[in-house]
């Protein structure tokens, strides 16, 4: 489900709000050569692996890898994020795409299960009042399955699991000075955005370096009650990257059509 990244750059100091985006360079080619040299909050890491834990001590295999590909195309990003099991085998597969520094599609595919979806932003939110994200999910491969839509007016702080990492970069004066930090967060299969709000947890150590743990957890009674909060270890150090984080991840857990949203921890490898 989440499986953040953090860019490697210090590239804003604040991803909402006015976020870098790609506006007033002129429409000549001096004006389309800057933006292409743009750097953008998305495209790094260009490659991040991870390993994913169960978050029993006791079982000290992984459960899954993980790894994200990132590349550029002008001021497009696309981002391709994959959960493999230790042997090799695809569980699950996100690909995400950025228009300059704006969320512009997300696409998921549980393979341990067939259900498949997506969450596409509509409309230029430099031109509308009020740009939607719609939702498509359906459960099953099957071609008889039928997709189920969404659709809601789109919150300016509406993140994926890709950018949650950048986020908490953003953000991270805020959080450390203890205020909490609140978004939207696309869940798919819902077929709608959830209320998260990040704050403080604790200062701490980890693997030898000063951390910060940061909670993200649901704003409703109601989905608190099914997501438990998760938890993120970012360096107190620039660039503040995600560690690791402890919460529910994209892979289930189960086998033979019993499966199950897993729990995990998630260690990456800076």
């Not at 805020?174 to 604790?202: D, H, M, N, Q, W």
Request: aromatic residues 8%.
């Amino acid at each position: 489900m989440f499986e953040p990244i953090v860019t490697t750059r210090r590239l804003a100091s604040n991803l909402t709000g006015p976020c870098l985006f790609l506006l007033g360079l002129g429409r000549g080619s001096t004006g389309h050569s800057a933006a292409a040299a743009l750097p953008l909050v998305y495209e790094e890491p260009t490659v991040l692996t991870g390993t994913i834990y169960s978050r029993d001590p006791k079982a000290g295999e992984p459960l899954f890898k993980f790894k994200r590909v990132a590349t550029r195309d002008g001021s497009t990003i696309r981002v391709l994020r994959e959960y493999r099991y230790p042997d090799g085998k695809l569980a699950a597969r996100e690909q995400v795409a950025y228009d300059g520094n704006k969320l512009a599609s997300f696409e998921l595919e549980e393979l341990q299960t067939g259900a498949s979806g997506s969450a596409t932003v509509e409309g230029d939110p430099q031109h509308l009042a009020k740009p939607s994200m719609a939702f498509r999910y359906a459960q099953s491969a099957s071609a008889a399955a039928r997709s189920k839509v969404g659709s809601e007016i789109l919150d300016r702080e509406t993140l994926v699991n890709d950018m949650v990492g950048p986020f908490l970069v953003a953000h991270y004066e805020r959080l450390i000075r203890g205020e909490k930090v609140a978004c939207r967060y696309a869940v798919v299969p819902r077929k709608e955005t959830v209320g998260f709000s990040f704050v403080k947890a604790s200062d701490s150590r980890w693997r030898g370096q000063e951390v910060l743990i940061v909670k993200m957890e649901p704003t409703s009674l109601l989905i608190s009650a099914l997501v438990d909060p998760l938890f993120f270890t970012l360096e107190k150090t620039p660039p503040h990257r995600v560690l690791q984080y402890v919460g529910r991840t994209t892979p289930k857990t189960g086998k033979n059509g019993h499966w199950k949203d897993l729990d995990a921890v998630t260690v990456f490898d800076w």
